[in-house]
């Protein structure tokens, strides 16, 4: 499974991005960042202040005026987690043949950390055996962030926060929440990156790419507000990341698989006979990702203004 994965996340490093795309990423951290309260915003800027790429990713290009700047590195900090990715200064510590790179001042450690990103809930429409995702993924890891960020050295919180930014986001796409098993794909589709759809690459790139790829301040300001007006934030927000994961499950089995098992020997979505995925699927899909990254953005907001009072 381990392995597998690995395959999965260097087919993923091939492509522009992962997860939410950067624009859905900055489209959640723009959301939160602007229903920060006072008191959690002045704490929330002085973490990223104190990362060690602060001054030179998470600020490039970003504006001068220091309400805007703070807020530019709050938005850039949430895509921190994809960008390292291709980052030389960080190894795969998933991969038992890449020597650990230096640890180089201000970072807890060099570790890409590609399992943090999704935690698979088994689903397994035909009765195929499941495999269970051994820690850490993102379940264990928000939990650990979520105990200690309010207490924990700022140094350690600074690399903690975009972390909790980008992974709390990634959970409430539905397919950072699970992976299919069929008796014909015993190991699983690693989140729907194996389920080869047209008219994208696969059922992963489809469900991360609905918030668009325009990853502009003036696309992402627009979307967000859009996006709030026409979801505004229900009264009530959970703060417990297995909820968020539950949630996106239950989407998983609703709709996200909606079209179903293909009939014939192969697992339904081959490279060779690839799912065209109808109309209706996809507006359905679009409005289904629209509801998430908005509570995504709702949800940042509440846990950040929880910790941090
Ligand atoms: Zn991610």
Same mark, same amino acid.
């Given at each position: 499974?381990r392995?597998?994965?690995?395959?999965?996340?260097?087919l993923?490093?091939?492509?522009p991005a992962a997860?939410?795309?950067?624009?859905?990423?900055?489209i959640?951290a723009?959301?939160?960042?602007?229903?920060?309260?006072?008191a959690a915003?002045?704490?929330?800027?002085a973490?990223?202040?104190?990362?060690?790429?602060?001054?030179?990713?998470?600020?490039?290009?970003?504006?001068?005026?220091?309400?805007?700047?703070?807020?530019?590195?709050?938005?850039?900090?949430?895509?921190?987690?994809d960008?390292?990715?291709?980052?030389?200064?960080f190894?795969?510590?998933?991969?038992p043949?890449?020597?650990?790179?230096?640890?180089?001042?201000?970072?807890q450690?060099?570790g890409?950390?590609?399992?943090?990103h999704?935690?698979?809930?088994?689903?397994?429409?035909?009765?195929?055996?499941?495999?269970?995702?051994?820690?850490?993924?993102a379940?264990?890891?928000?939990?650990?962030?979520?105990?200690t =960020? &309010?207490? *924990?050295?700022?140094a350690? $919180? #600074?690399?903690?926060?975009?972390?909790?930014?980008?992974?709390?986001?990634?959970?409430?796409?539905?397919?950072h929440a699970t992976?299919?098993?069929?008796?014909?794909?015993?190991?699983?589709?690693?989140?729907?990156?194996?389920v080869?759809?047209?008219?994208?690459?696969?059922?992963?790139?489809?469900?991360?790419s609905?918030?668009?790829?325009?990853?502009?301040d003036?696309?992402v300001?627009?979307?967000?507000?859009?996006?709030?007006?026409?979801?505004?934030?229900p009264?009530?927000?959970?703060?417990n990341?297995r909820?968020?994961?539950?949630?996106?499950?239950?989407?998983?089995?609703?709709d996200?698989y909606?079209?179903g098992?293909?009939?014939?020997?192969?697992?339904?979505?081959t490279?060779?006979?690839?799912?065209?995925?109808s109309?209706?699927?996809?507006t359905?899909?679009?409005r289904?990702a629209?509801?998430? =990254? &908005?509570? *995504?953005?709702?949800r940042? $907001? #509440?846990v950040?203004?929880?910790?941090?009072?």
């Amino acid at each position: 499974m381990r392995v597998f994965r690995s395959l999965a996340a260097a087919l993923l490093l091939a492509l522009p991005a992962a997860a939410w795309n950067f624009t859905g990423h900055r489209i959640i951290a723009a959301i939160a960042y602007d229903r920060l309260t006072p008191a959690a915003r002045a704490k929330v800027d002085a973490l990223i202040q104190a990362h060690p790429d602060y001054a030179t990713l998470f600020t490039a290009g970003a504006p001068a005026e220091p309400a805007a700047r703070a807020r530019a590195a709050f938005l850039y900090a949430s895509t921190w987690p994809d960008v390292i990715r291709g980052d030389a200064r960080f190894y795969d510590e998933t991969k038992p043949e890449q020597m650990p790179t230096p640890v180089l001042p201000g970072f807890q450690n060099m570790g890409r950390h590609l399992t943090w990103h999704y935690y698979d809930i088994p689903y397994a429409p035909d009765g195929a055996k499941t495999t269970e995702q051994p820690p850490p993924h993102a379940l264990s890891e928000l939990r650990r962030i979520l105990a200690t =960020i &309010a207490t *924990a050295p700022m140094a350690e $919180a #600074a690399y903690d926060l975009p972390w909790l930014e980008h992974v709390e986001g990634d959970v409430h796409n539905p397919l950072h929440a699970t992976s299919r098993f069929l008796k014909s794909e015993p190991k699983g589709d690693a989140g729907g990156n194996f389920v080869y759809v047209t008219p994208t690459s696969n059922l992963h790139a489809f469900w991360d790419s609905q918030a668009g790829t325009d990853a502009s301040d003036a696309y992402v300001n627009k979307y967000a507000n859009d996006l709030t007006a026409e979801y505004p934030a229900p009264g009530s927000l959970s703060l417990n990341p297995r909820r968020w994961l539950q949630e996106s499950y239950r989407l998983v089995r609703s709709d996200v698989y909606s079209f179903g098992l293909a009939t014939g020997t192969l697992a339904t979505g081959t490279k060779e006979q690839p799912i065209t995925l109808s109309a209706g699927y996809a507006t359905r899909a679009r409005r289904i990702a629209r509801q998430r =990254i &908005a509570l *995504a953005g709702y949800r940042l $907001a #509440a846990v950040l203004n929880d910790k941090f009072k």
